[in-house]
């Protein structure tokens, strides 16, 4: 995506983030701020309302400094106190948080009004082609529009930074870059150990599927970053107070208990692993650019409307798979997300693994062959101009 001569330097973004639960919220604005100050040359403000969050995924943050700078993009406290600031030429509120009264009004007071859109979540569903970029809302006269990632043409992409594929496979190519990597995490793969990472909320499915990792002929070496999912794993290995460093063995399985890693350091954990377990948003999608197979714990939503999305998209993504492996995934999938059993769909799962590791990769070039979110949401600005 080029870069317009008289946008490079001069676009100053205003990005928006409310911390809800967890961290999509924030892992996601914080990958699309660097992004677009790394490959795009503007100048970006991220308001956070919570740097805790923050920090569990960038160390360097301090949360007690309201105004910082890291890595290229200065991060704001988004304090309940707001005081009032100049607005930028792009605004950009994520999962439609509710932008501070007096910012709206300092959009409608510059000489120039900015752009204002909102990034909504992913969802594979079909209506988000036909939704994206409409106009939303109007304060005064600032228009809002809707922007929606997506992996079909007609939305707005995927977050991808750019090389980001040619930098996962000369990683996945180099054994002693990954040994390594994986030591400075404590990490000593189990001998003959297929690794599988696991990042998930509370699911009742667990037990079945460790009881089928710990019978497998296959080993695995279970990797569980700090989170949600601890307590099943507690219950299952019988112990309590599971914390980073923690490794228990049964049979087959080794698990071992992972800090909350840095996101970059999270991203190459997902390149090491034979399949990962994924959940939300933004380690969703990272484990696809993975080109390794996963499962994905989807955030559950009022009256099961996460279902229709885990449905739509599994429909795109099962395309091109023979019947019996279709089969398969989905239904490892569909029990994940029900609190299933896992076990028999696992065993059926791991009989079609070379085409679902194949396809994992197709399936990720095809994505990377789109564009990005980033550029998307630059050109989109471009055309509104
Ligand atoms: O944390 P999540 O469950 O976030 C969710 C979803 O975004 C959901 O859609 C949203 O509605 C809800 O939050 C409020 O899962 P997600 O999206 O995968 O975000 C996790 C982030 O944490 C991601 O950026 C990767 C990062 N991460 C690390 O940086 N280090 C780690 O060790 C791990 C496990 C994750």
Redesign the pocket.
């Known amino acids: 995506m080029p870069v317009l001569p008289q946008m490079k330097k001069t676009g100053r973004w205003d990005i928006f983030c409310t911390v ?6 924030i ?2 604005t914080w ?1 699309l701020a660097r992004q677009l100050v790394a490959e795009h040359g503007l100048a970006v403000r991220l308001w956070v309302d919570d740097l805790r969050a923050f920090e ?2 960038c160390p360097e943050i301090d949360i007690h400094t309201p105004q910082q700078w890291q890595q290229g993009v200065e991060v704001r406290h988004w304090a309940a106190d707001w005081q009032p600031v100049e607005a930028a030429d792009v605004v950009i509120a994520a ?1 439609a948080c509710q932008l501070p009264h007096a910012y709206m009004e300092a959009m409608v007071e510059r000489e120039k009004t900015p752009l204002w859109m909102n990034l909504d ?1 992913l969802s594979a569903e079909d209506w988000v082609i036909g939704c994206h970029g409409l106009p939303s809302v109007k304060y005064k006269h600032v228009q809002k529009f809707f922007f929606f990632p997506g992996f079909q043409k007609g939305t707005g992409g995927l977050l991808r930074e750019s090389g980001l594929l040619e930098r996962r496979r000369q990683f996945q190519q180099n054994p002693a870059a990954q040994r390594a990597f994986l030591q400075a995490l404590g990490i000593d793969r189990a001998p003959d150990a297929q690794l599988i990472s696991l ?1 998930a ?1 509370e699911n009742a499915g667990l037990a079945s599927w460790l009881d089928a990792l710990a019978s497998d002929s296959t080993p695995t070496h279970l990797l569980v ?1 700090e ?1 949600r999912i601890l307590g099943d794993v507690e219950r299952w290995f019988g112990v309590s107070g599971l914390a980073a460093g923690a490794r228990h063995v049964r049979n087959a399985l080794t698990m071992q208990v ?1 800090p ?4 970059d ?2 991203d190459r954990l997902l390149w090491c692993c034979d399949f990962n377990a ?7 999608v ?1 484990a696809q650019w993975a080109g390794r197979p996963f499962l994905w714990h989807i ?1 559950q939503q009022e009256e099961d409307i996460h279902l229709d999305k885990l449905e739509a998209f599994l429909a795109l993504y099962v395309n091109g798979l023979s019947e019996p492996a279709r089969e398969a995934i989905s239904g490892l999938w569909r029990a994940w997300n029900a609190g299933e059993r896992m076990s028999d769909y696992w065993q059926s799962t791991r009989k079609h693994w070379p085409e679902l590791q194949k396809h994992a990769e197709t399936w990720c070039l095809e994505q990377g062959s789109q564009p990005d979110l980033a550029a998307a949401l630059v050109q989109f600005y471009v055309n509104w101009l």
């Open positions: 809800v639960d967890n961290f999509g919220d892992g996601v990958r569990r995924m999962f979540y990042f909320y970053p989170g992972l909350f890693a840095r996101q350091q999270y994924v959940r939300g948003e933004d380690s969703f990272r955030y």
